[in-house]
């Protein structure tokens, strides 16, 4: 069964990067059907897709937060990554991995990760 | 950007209701949409996909319809799992989703 997880700090001070990892089990990274994507959802809001990369290193961005994003990935730790800079209160969400049917909609997702920004 | 607008935001409801959630997109998606049930605390998951198909593992009563702009996300007899909130999401350009759509008990 593909299990999706996030891992990294809950606490990021403004204006410092926000840095998070999904470690991919019970399946390939690298397989070629599927990208690997990010959503958020700030508390008590709705869901926001943040951007999704396939295992070659092709990525898509949400134009909203394309100029502070990067999403990489690990394929010899079945990894994937998201780095968003100059970070604030606005970027305070619940983070979640997913498994993306591209260039369709997830199927898989982790059980979410909250990163408050704060000083 | 394409935007999803769900009606209503909140429905009330009782066991056994039919009930059915709407949205709808800014332009034209073609059927380039799916359905999402999330439950407090909990990831998302899928439960419609391509306007009308039915993930895997999902019960008979959830259903979905529509095409272009207009959807619906229709459930035939709501039981004590169902309440939780809905999200459409569209994947014609980009992804966004829905605000959400909350079913509470009645």
């Known amino acids: 069964q593909l299990q999706l997880q996030e891992s990294g700090p809950g606490l990021v001070k403004p204006s410092e990067t926000l840095s998070l990892t999904c470690t991919v089990s019970?399946?390939?990274?690298?397989?070629?059907?599927?990208?690997w994507g990010w959503i958020r959802q700030p508390p008590g809001k709705g869901l926001e897709w943040i951007g999704s990369?396939?295992?070659?290193?092709?990525?898509y961005y949400n134009p909203s937060l394309k100029s502070r994003l990067t999403i990489s990935v690990d394929t010899s730790k079945n990894q994937f990554s998201l780095k968003l800079t100059s970070v604030t209160a606005a970027d305070t969400a619940v983070y979640y991995c997913?498994?993306?049917?591209?260039?369709?909609?997830?199927?898989?997702w982790g059980q979410g990760t909250l990163v408050t920004v704060s000083s | 950007d394409i935007q999803m607008t769900q009606s209503p935001s909140t429905l009330s409801a009782s066991l056994g209701d039919r009930v059915t959630i709407t949205c709808r997109a800014s332009q034209s998606i073609s059927s380039w949409l799916a359905w999402y049930q999330q439950k407090p605390g909990k990831a998302p998951k899928l439960l419609i996909y391509?306007?009308?198909s039915l993930e895997s593992g999902v019960p008979s009563r959830f259903s979905g319809s529509g095409s272009g702009t207009e959807f619906t996300l229709t459930i035939s007899s709501l039981q004590p799992d169902d309440f939780a909130t809905y999200y459409c999401q569209q994947y014609n350009s980009y992804w966004t989703f829905g605000q959400g759509t909350k079913v509470e008990i009645k």
């Open positions: 391509m306007a009308s």
């Open positions: 019970g399946g390939s990274i690298s397989s070629s059907t599927y990208y």
């Open positions: 997913a498994r993306q049917l591209f260039p369709y909609y997830f199927d898989y």
């Open positions: 990369m396939y295992y070659s290193g092709s990525t």
